[in-house]
């Protein structure tokens, strides 16, 4: 099971490689798309989930499909049905910021859905097609998000609220880049990479850590285990750094 939101690089980790072993909490601080989420819970882990993101869009996205997946479908395809029939990426940008400030809370999860459909490592590319929508998928989020506590807080507060010996946290902060990058919402550069070492060395709970690979990242986790996995988006090879406690 995939995750039906679309980020770029989104995450399919088998948690059980890296430290995974039974416990009764799960919790992601940056929950993004919340792809490895849904594959354990369709691998058929039954223990608590916490699904965190800073990000209030993407939260009210999932909060929407958690609590009415069929409001969320209708409002996609009534979108994708003005801005396949628009003629300027001018005008479906405006279509889509209008989406966003709706009183309608399914619209602006809508909005959400297709942003994230047409996002590229380069910005917004539009194309004359149909946004790709799974009616089926959208019934299994609903699903699988009944035993999922979605929070919309800083990733300190859930960290420190949720740690203990029976958590594993599945840790994917804002990459460490020096540019700021249109899938990241906000300026990324502004991420306090120090800080969260500081308190991921001190957790009581199992950890996988994900991370960009550089110089500045290996040297705050000198000493801790970290594979390079390799992997490819659209077209381009590049390396991730995963990190655990061994």
């Known amino acids: 099971m995939k995750s039906i939101l679309k980020y770029i690089g989104m995450k399919d980790i088998n948690l059980v490689d890296y430290g995974f072993s039974n416990p009764t909490l799960y919790c992601e601080p940056f929950g993004g798309s919340f ?22 869009k993407v939260v009210n996205f999932w909060e929407c499909i958690k609590e009415n997946n069929n409001k969320v479908l209708d409002r996609v395809v009534q979108l994708n049905n003005i801005v396949k029939n628009q003629f300027t990426d001018s005008e479906r940008e405006m279509t889509l910021a209008n989406w966003y400030q709706s009183l309608d809370k399914y619209k602006r999860a809508a909005a959400e859905f297709t942003y994230r459909q047409y996002l590229t490592m380069d910005g917004l590319k539009w194309s004359v097609r149909d946004t790709i929508i799974d009616e089926i998928d959208f019934y299994l989020s609903q699903e699988a998000l009944k035993s999922v506590e979605i929070c919309n807080k800083d990733y300190k507060e859930i960290i420190g609220r949720y740690d203990s010996k029976d958590t594993f946290f599945l840790i994917d902060p804002p990459y460490d880049i020096d540019r700021v990058s249109r899938y990241y919402r906000g300026d990324c550069r502004k991420f306090k990479h120090e800080e969260l070492a500081n308190i991921v060395k001190t957790l009581e709970g199992n950890w996988l850590l994900t991370y960009n690979d550089n110089e500045r990242i290996r040297e705050l986790y000198r000493g801790f285990d970290i594979k390079e996995i390799k992997r490819q988006l659209f077209g381009r090879a590049y390396t991730e750094l995963y990190i655990t406690r061994e």
């Open 35 to 56: 792809n490895t989420g849904f594959k354990l819970i369709e691998q058929g882990y039954k223990g608590e989930s916490i699904y965190n993101d800073i990000d209030e």
